[in-house]
């Protein structure tokens, strides 16, 4: 059986640290190792996220939020993780602390909805991966009578996870709404012969221009936050230029689509992000501007 330095290195942004040191003293308990976590210091001639690699810890588990992967150090986490996720599979694990979408190479590794299951069950879930990869556990130490069990606390729910989200939401499809009828108003004004129109309806805008259109939609998701939901954004050609309001859209046909998520901390901080996280943010603005300019080539200018 292969030798590990460690049974569980731990990759978690720096803001986690409290949460990852109160873990580590109970997982303490059940495993053999003390867990390990890449943003502590390490010898300075090591390569990065060592602690991570498959042949030093038996399990890697990630602390998965908004935040992670956006930092240098869980940038560089992600990267050895990826390798490692392809070479050994159940090897990674994830503990989903708010409800952002996992990455796509992440969505087959174990997890674990802090949001769905609670905290109670996260000691648990950790031991049976490690114990599932060939580890040696210890059961549950007893608890002395007349002494509470000591248990990390919930972590406060992400910005885009709290209901107060929906206004900054709101917020932001109404600034999108906005820029739409700015860009169809300038149209409209350099080819008045030509049909240019706006169409908003609740959680839905289509921009008419001409024989092509675009339609911005927010779809909820399961859970009904924002976090979970999600904005569609579909490029039409061959609108029927006589039809009123949406039914110009009955005979189109889509030609690109795209979903984005919402990202940020706080209000101001509000960007739209495509859904695999793989490109750059985008402000409201840009990305009606850069849509705006995708249906302009499609128009032939």
């Not at 008045?192 to 339609?215: K, N």
């Amino acid at each position: 059986m292969t030798a590990f330095a460690c049974d569980l290195a731990i990759s978690a942004v720096a803001s986690d640290g409290r949460l990852v040191n109160e873990l580590s003293t109970e997982l303490s308990a059940r495993l053999p190792t003390t867990p390990e976590w890449s943003g502590e210091p390490a010898d300075p001639d090591a390569e990065p996220a060592l602690r991570l690699r498959a042949d030093h810890s038996r399990v890697a588990l990630v602390l998965y939020q908004h935040l992670w992967q956006r930092d240098a150090q869980t940038h560089c986490d992600a990267a050895v993780l990826r390798t490692r996720a392809n070479g050994r599979r159940g090897s990674v694990c994830v503990l989903a602390l708010d409800d952002s979408p996992v990455d796509g190479w992440l969505a087959r590794a174990p997890r674990y909805q802090l949001s769905e299951s609670g905290r109670a069950g996260v000691i648990d879930f950790v031991v049976s991966v490690v114990a599932t990869t060939g580890g040696a556990v210890k059961p549950e130490p007893p608890v002395p009578p007349g002494q509470a069990a000591v248990r990390w606390p919930e972590p406060p729910p992400s910005f885009l996870s709290q209901p107060r989200a929906h206004s900054a939401l709101r917020h932001e499809l109404d600034g999108i709404v906005a820029c739409l009828r700015r860009e169809v108003a300038r149209a409209r004004a350099d080819r008045p012969e030509r049909p240019f129109d706006l169409h908003v309806l609740p959680y839905r805008v289509i921009a008419q221009l001409d024989d092509v259109a675009i339609s911005f939609s927010w779809v909820p998701g399961r859970r009904g936050t924002v976090s979970d939901g999600r904005l569609l954004v579909i490029a039409w050609r061959d609108v029927a230029s006589v039809a009123p309001g949406v039914s110009a859209l009955k005979s189109a046909v889509p030609f690109y689509e795209r979903e984005y998520v919402a990202d940020g901390n706080k209000p101001d901080e509000w960007c739209w992000r495509t859904k695999d996280l793989a490109q750059h943010p985008y402000a409201s603005a840009q990305l009606v501007a850069d849509w705006f300019a995708r249906v302009s080539i499609a128009r032939g200018g």
